[in-house]
């Protein structure tokens, strides 16, 4: 079936380097990628998403690159910030006319320390 | 942008009592939200699709008795865990999207911890 692979699992890096977490996913049908940021004791809360026709995409200090062939696509979070600590989501779907499910990774702890 | 509301945001029962979840989207129509379960330290377990107007499709291996889904309006969904026991206890989410042409773009509630006793 379909599946999401996501590593690492956990990251810690100093405060003001760059992060980066990456997925795989299995259903080449798929093209809609999200990442989602989630805190403690709450619900995830997205932050960036791509779309299969387009190879990158930025938002500040954050951005997803995507490689379609490879069916593989990264998160980028530079600069770091002791906020930015929190386990990140991967996800993938297909495009359909009704709202699709969304098969999630496993799921990065990141530590920023200060 | 858009919001979905959870409520309860916690809940403690006792075993063999049932609780209900509410899942409402604030400021659009949502004519398919999700709910999750998420135990400690994992990711979010696709329970089943809410669908307005019909029947809620289940997960494989998850117990369409036990975890009743409604969906009577566009913008509400419950979820009901009927006898409620203490392997039920977790952290549930609900999801949902505006519909085509964002139809992909999902908007999560803040989850409700529910501790059965």
């Known amino acids: 079936g379909e599946n999401v692979e996501q590593h690492p699992s956990t990251l810690s890096v100093q405060e003001g380097d760059s992060a980066v977490i990456k997925c795989t996913y299995s259903?080449?049908?798929?093209?809609?990628f999200p990442w989602y940021k989630q805190e403690l004791g709450k619900g995830p809360q997205l932050i960036i998403d791509?779309?299969?026709?387009?190879g990158e995409k930025k938002d500040q200090r954050i951005a997803v690159t995507l490689n379609k062939t490879a069916k593989h696509f990264s998160l980028h979070i530079t600069e770091t910030q002791p906020e930015d600590s929190a386990v990140y989501f991967c996800?993938?779907?297909?495009?359909?006319?009704?709202?699709?499910?969304?098969?999630f990774g496993t799921g990065t702890l990141l530590a920023v320390q200060p | 942008g858009a919001v979905v509301s959870q409520h309860p945001s916690w809940v403690i029962c006792k075993s063999g009592t049932s609780v209900k979840i509410e899942c409402r989207s604030l400021?659009?129509?949502?004519?398919?939200m999700f709910w999750y379960r998420q135990f400690p330290k994992q990711s979010l377990m696709l329970m089943a699709t809410?669908?307005?107007?019909?029947?809620?499709?289940?997960e494989q291996g998850v117990e369409k008795d036990k975890f009743l889904i409604n969906h009577a309006s566009l913008t509400l969904s419950t979820l009901t865990v009927t006898s409620a026991h203490p392997e039920d206890s977790s952290f549930y989410i609900c999801?949902?999207?505006?519909?085509?042409?964002?139809?992909?773009?999902?908007?999560f509630g803040a989850g409700s911890r529910l501790t059965v006793l």
């Open positions: 259903d080449s049908a798929s093209n809609y």
């Open positions: 999801s949902a999207g505006p519909g085509a042409p964002r139809a992909n773009v999902l908007t």
């Open positions: 791509i779309r299969s026709n387009v």
């Open positions: 809410s669908n307005e107007g019909s029947k809620a499709t289940y």
């Open positions: 400021d659009f129509q949502a004519t398919t």
């Open positions: 996800a993938a779907s297909r495009q359909g006319g009704a709202t699709n499910k969304l098969i």
